[in-house]
C-alpha cells in the first residue's frame, strides 16, 4: 500500500472515530440535561458527589485526579454542589491552605437515589454489548485516553 493511500485510509479512520465520540459526547449532554433536570445535578457534579463520597475527607485535588478534571473546572463544580448544600467544605485546622470535602446529608441523600452519571442512552447502550466486547472496547478507549494525555498532573487519574 502507498504511503497516499495509508494516509487517505487513516484520515477516513480517524474521521469515523472523531464522529463516533461526538455523537457520544452529544447523547452523554443530553443525558445529563436530563439527569439535572430530574436530580438537580449534572453529571460532572455527580461525579464529584460520589468521589467526595468515596473518600474520607478528600481535597478537590485529590477529587480532581479520580474524576480526571483540571482544578479549575473543579472548584466551579464544587461551588455548585456547595450551593445546592450537596458538599460542605471544611478548614483543616493543622493547614488553612487545606479545605477537606464532606458530602452532606442531603448530598447522601441523593446518592442514595442512585442516578447514573453514564445516563440512560449510554448505560442502554452499553448493556446491549457482550461482556467481552465491552472489555475490549474499555482497554481501546483507555488506550486511546493514554495516547492523548496531556501530562497535566491534576487529570493524570493518580489515586
Same mark, same amino acid.
Given at each position: 500500500?502507498?504511503?497516499?493511500?495509508?494516509?487517505?485510509?487513516?484520515?477516513?479512520?480517524?474521521?469515523?472515530?472523531?464522529?463516533?465520540?461526538?455523537?457520544?459526547?452529544?447523547?452523554?449532554?443530553?443525558?445529563?440535561?436530563?439527569?439535572?433536570?430530574?436530580?438537580?445535578?449534572?453529571?460532572?457534579?455527580?461525579?464529584?458527589?460520589?468521589?467526595?463520597?468515596?473518600?474520607?475527607?478528600?481535597?478537590?485535588?485529590?477529587?480532581?485526579?479520580?474524576?480526571?478534571?483540571?482544578? #479549575?473546572?473543579?472548584?466551579?463544580? $464544587?461551588?455548585?454542589? *456547595?450551593?445546592?448544600? =450537596?458538599?460542605?467544605? @471544611?478548614?483543616?485546622? !493543622? /493547614?488553612?491552605?487545606?479545605?477537606?470535602?464532606?458530602?452532606?446529608?442531603?448530598?447522601?441523600?441523593?446518592?442514595?437515589?442512585?442516578?447514573?452519571?453514564?445516563?440512560?442512552?449510554? #448505560?442502554?447502550?452499553?448493556?446491549? $454489548?457482550?461482556?467481552? *466486547?465491552?472489555?475490549? =472496547?474499555?482497554?481501546? @478507549?483507555?488506550?486511546? !485516553? /493514554?495516547?492523548?494525555?496531556?501530562?497535566?498532573?491534576?487529570?493524570?487519574?493518580?489515586?
Amino acid at each position: 500500500m502507498s504511503d497516499r493511500q495509508n494516509d487517505t485510509e487513516n484520515g477516513r479512520d480517524s474521521s469515523r472515530v472523531v464522529d463516533a465520540l461526538r455523537r457520544i459526547m452529544r447523547a452523554h449532554d443530553l443525558d445529563s440535561r436530563a439527569l439535572e433536570s430530574e436530580y438537580g445535578v449534572t453529571a460532572p457534579q455527580l461525579l464529584c458527589l460520589r468521589a467526595a463520597a468515596a473518600g474520607d475527607h478528600l481535597t478537590a485535588r485529590d477529587i480532581a485526579r479520580r474524576i480526571h478534571l483540571s482544578a #479549575s473546572t473543579l472548584v466551579g463544580i $464544587l461551588d455548585r454542589l *456547595e450551593d445546592k448544600g =450537596l458538599i460542605e467544605r @471544611l478548614r483543616d485546622p !493543622a /493547614d488553612r491552605r487545606r479545605a477537606p470535602l464532606q458530602v452532606t446529608p442531603r448530598g447522601e441523600a441523593l446518592l442514595e437515589r442512585d442516578p447514573s452519571p453514564l445516563g440512560r442512552r449510554l #448505560s442502554a447502550a452499553l448493556a446491549r $454489548l457482550g461482556q467481552s *466486547e465491552r472489555e475490549r =472496547l474499555g482497554k481501546s @478507549l483507555a488506550r486511546v !485516553a /493514554d495516547l492523548v494525555d496531556d501530562g497535566d498532573s491534576s487529570t493524570d487519574g493518580s489515586n
